[in-house]
Nanobody, 124 residues
Framework: QVQLVESGGGLVQAGGSLRLSCAASGRTFNTYNMGWFRQAPGKEREFVAAISRNPGITLHSDSVKGRFTISRDNAKNTVYLQMDSLKPEDTAVYYC?????????????????WGQGTQVTVSS
């Protein structure tokens, strides 16, 4: 089992940057594909980015491509989401997730474990 704890959220002005971190417990972090999802008030949770267990494959949603970058450090059991050029529509709770499937995916069902989330608010 994996426990995930997100950090790094906060309030930022439009055009600014934030870096989210997700620390994982356990010794098997490098066996999981990792993903970031977000959920805005009144909306469904949506895919943001994913990275394979050996960080050779990354996926980013069209809405964040070119602005957000997912990365991981297996030695530190941590996955990151660098968010640049933030927009008010990026405001949401951001969740980290771990999946044991063969490849990372954009579908929530691919992920077995979830963190509690961290709030990101972008003011205009």
């Amino acid at each position: 089992q994996v426990q995930l704890v997100e950090s790094g959220g906060g309030l930022v002005q439009a055009g600014g940057s934030l870096r989210l971190s997700c620390a994982a417990s356990g010794r098997t972090f490098n066996t999981y594909n990792m993903g970031w999802f977000r959920q805005a008030p009144g909306k469904e949770r949506e895919f943001v980015a994913a990275i394979s267990r050996n960080p050779g494959i990354t996926l980013h949603s069209d809405s964040v491509k070119g602005r957000f970058t997912i990365s991981r450090d297996n030695a530190k059991n941590t996955v990151y989401l660098q968010m640049d050029s933030l927009k008010p529509e990026d405001t949401a709770v951001y969740y980290c997730a771990a999946g044991s499937g063969p490849i990372p995916g954009t579908y929530r069902g691919r992920y077995d474990y979830w963190g509690q989330g961290t709030q990101v608010t972008v003011s205009s």
